[in-house]
T-cell receptor, first 116, second 115 residues
Framework: AQKITQTQPGMFVQEKEAVTLDCTYD???????LFWYKQPSSGEMIFLIY??????QNATEGRYSLNFQKARKSANLVISASQLGDSAMYFC?????????????FGTGTKLQVIP | GAGVSQSPSNKVTEKGKDVELRCDPI?????LYWYRQSLGQGLEFLIY????????KSGLPSDRFSAERTGGSVSTLTIQRTQQEDSAVYLC?????????????FGPGTRLTVT
């Protein structure tokens, strides 16, 4: 089974609208962390937001929020008031303990294009 | 402060040659990761160093791939007898030790092209 599943290879959103990028995960460990990263066409990976498995509240960072539904094992990223600069690849990732290590697994990504 | 740096930024090599890719993590970061990203794809985990512990090599695709980390800082990823399928961007990331919540800081990557 895939550890991280991002089912939307590509998304379009109108500038100033909100958009939700889907992410589901699979783990049997009660302790894990969920991350979203942005990768613009320039290639650098930029950390956006983090949600811990025990966090009671959904994480928020400026225009980014994480819709964490633990029972459904989903961690969707919501971007409000989209801007042209939000056009990029977005990756969901999970860190979990595994055999004494902390393994980090990335999804295949969603390409977001913001339309003026 | 200085971020994660990688060198070279681009490397073109002939099939069968060995290559070395270098990563300088952020000072004080004890965790270091190597990933491979093929064109338009996600990140494939290769290897993970945490402090002085034995590295997690479970992601290395073959015995042609190896990595070391000297003095808990700089890391070198070596690919022996390169093949065309090794062509990809190799990304290095570092993070602080400890909790599951430590975000990774990525370098700019090394684009490897095997001809």
């Amino acid at each position: 089974a895939q550890k991280i599943t991002q089912t939307q290879p590509g998304m379009f959103v109108q500038e100033k609208e909100a958009v939700t990028l889907d992410c589901t995960y699979d783990t049997s460990d009660p302790s894990y962390g969920l991350f979203w990263y942005k990768q613009p066409s320039s290639g650098e990976m930029i950390f956006l937001i983090y949600q811990g498995s025990y966090d009671q509240q959904n994480a928020t960072e400026g225009r980014y929020s994480l819709n964490f539904q633990k029972a459904r094992k989903s961690a969707n990223l919501v971007i409000s008031a989209s801007q042209l600069g939000d056009s990029a690849m977005y990756f969901c990732a999970m860190r979990e303990p595994s055999g004494g290590y902390q393994k980090v697994t990335f999804g295949t990504g969603t390409k977001l294009q913001v339309i003026p | 402060g200085a971020g994660v740096s990688q060198s070279p930024s681009n490397k073109v090599t002939e099939k069968g040659k060995d290559v070395e890719l270098r990563c300088d993590p952020i000072s004080g970061h004890t965790a270091l990761y190597w990933y491979r990203q093929s064109l338009g794809q996600g990140l494939e985990f290769l290897i993970y160093f945490q402090g002085n512990s034995a590295p997690d090599k479970s992601g290395l695709p073959s015995d042609r791939f190896s990595a070391e980390r000297t003095g808990g800082s700089v890391s070198t990823l070596t690919i022996q007898r390169t093949q065309q399928e090794d062509s990809a961007v190799y990304l290095c990331a570092s993070s602080l030790a400890g909790g599951l919540g430590s975000e990774q800081y990525f370098g700019p990557g090394t684009r490897l092209t095997v001809t």
